[in-house]
């Protein structure tokens, strides 16, 4: 699931694991005698989380200083020492000491804050003794700020960044300026750093659309040029400002851990009250209008363009075509059966198995099977920005209109924007929202639903 050279998405949860096991452990030592434990962790560890997704304590990176890491540890202190106070005037029957609640503080962040600091010098260690956890880098523009951030790249091996090249854009004719996208691909570099100054609006347009086709992150070094009517994403390198064109909520690995739980709970929940009794109804149906597998298994792509095998309850005749050709209105390869379940999505619910088993989410992008999707990468623009996420059961596209048979461009054009939409705004909230919708759809019917 994580792209090459990116612990943190490991990192973070564990990080999480162990903060949480910290704390309760040293209320157990310190404050056990003297309340209910039970309440205290619940209350506790819950109250931890909402406060470190407030305060992004977990949000340190490779080029995080030290002084940042400090500031967040300090912020969380006072926070969490607040919280504790609250908790014993709210449960005050347990007369809890005041010093024995400092006490407790202070030796949780001096746990958790020793902790902290040992994983970022340790991988700091680890990038500049092993070479590990690197991200391979170019730089596009010449001038004051880029030979700076070079020097950081060079320089800084700690934070873990391996910069290949440099172009001068000024000194490159147009033929050439495209063959530094062929460099960054025979080099498997990881991002891409502009000086927005020294490019043309057709040169940004061309590395914008270069990235996003090829999964490649892009950023850029602010000047006074307007850029594009996007969220960026502030950040800084050392004391370097780099902007990122597309800031993706579902790279934040504690967004990934939200929605990955929510994926376990929600499919096993389908598969176990509703898949466990309606397979054997549905099995049955199928098998008693056609021969040939109750299941119908189909190559897509889907998180970084990797192939899985994509399940559903079989509702066509066993056919040659099934993996070149969508089904279309009144298709004859489609089964009594199958038209029913196709109109009510139950073809679909197979598809909570590949949700458990990580190659899919609930919501997301809709997968498109391999031909196809190969078909739209070259012709559709930014049909790859697509494949940053999972892709997912049902979309914001499919509940916007875009479900169904692809008619003509105009209807993978629409889906691919939607999609993007979706990528660049996710949250737990819009994904319940796409649920409630889809499943509105299915009792009213959709007229592309065959």
């Known amino acids: 699931m994580f792209k090459h050279g990116r612990y943190s998405g490991f990192l973070r949860p564990i990080s999480y694991g162990i903060d949480l096991l910290i ?44 002084v940042h890491i400090l500031s967040l540890v300090l912020k969380q202190f006072v926070l969490f020492l607040l919280i504790v106070y609250a908790f014993s005037g709210f449960f005050n029957e347990y007369e809890l000491p005041p010093i024995a609640v400092l006490k407790y503080a ?9 902790f902290k600091f040992s994983i970022y010098y340790l991988l700091q260690k680890y990038r500049t003794e092993f070479g590990g956890n690197y991200r391979k880098t170019v730089i596009f523009g010449s001038n004051k700020k880029t030979l700076a951030l070079e020097k950081f790249f060079k320089q800084k091996q700690e934070y873990g960044y391996a910069h290949q090249k440099t172009f001068d854009v000024r000194k490159i004719s147009d033929a050439e300026f495209q063959q530094c996208f062929r460099f960054i691909l025979d080099n ?5 750093y502009c000086s927005i100054s020294e490019l043309s609006n057709n040169q940004i347009n061309d590395i914008i659309d270069f990235a996003d086709n090829n999964l490649k992150i892009l950023k850029f070094l602010p000047d ?17 400002p780099i ?3 597309r800031n993706i909520s579902l790279e934040e690995p504690i967004n990934q851990l939200i929605k990955r739980s929510f994926d376990v709970f929600f499919s096993s929940i389908v598969i176990v009250f509703v898949l466990s009794w309606l397979t054997p109804i549905i099995a049955f149906l199928i098998k008693l209008e056609s021969r040939g597998p109750v299941f119908f298994k189909q190559a897509r792509n889907g998180f970084n363009y ?17 993996n070149l050709h969508q089904a279309t209105r009144d298709d004859q390869r489609i089964t009594k059966v199958g038209k029913f379940i196709r109109k009510t999505s139950i073809d679909e619910l197979p598809q909570f198995f590949n949700v458990l088993f990580g190659d899919m989410s609930v919501v997301g992008p809709r ?32 509940i916007s209109g875009y479900r169904g048979e692809v008619e003509s461009d105009k209807d993978i054009i629409g889906r691919v924007r939607y999609d993007i939409f979706y990528i660049e705004n996710w949250s737990i909230l819009l994904d319940l929202k796409i649920i409630f919708r889809t499943f509105l759809n299915i009792v009213k019917g959709e007229e592309k639903a065959y």
């Open 306 to 322: 990797k192939e899985f095998d994509c399940y559903k309850f079989r509702s066509m005749t066993p056919n040659k075509s099934a």
């Open 188 to 192: 498997g570099v990881d991002e891409i």
């Open 243 to 245: 902007l990122s064109m």
């Open 224 to 240: 006074n040029k307007e850029i594009y009517s996007k969220k960026l994403k502030y950040e800084y390198y050392d004391y370097i």
């Open 367 to 398: 997968p498109h099977m391999v031909s196809h999707a190969n078909m739209y990468a070259k012709r559709i623009d930014k049909f790859m920005v697509r494949h940053f996420v999972k892709p997912g059961i049902t979309g914001l596209a499919q």
């Open 106 to 114: 202070l030796s949780v962040f001096l746990f958790i804050s020793l």
């Open 23 to 66: 704390i309760n452990i040293l209320a157990h030592e310190f404050l056990f005698d003297e309340l209910n434990f039970f309440i205290f962790v619940v209350f506790i560890s819950f109250s931890w989380v909402i406060l470190s997704l407030g305060s992004q304590f977990y949000e340190v990176y490779r080029y995080t200083r030290e």
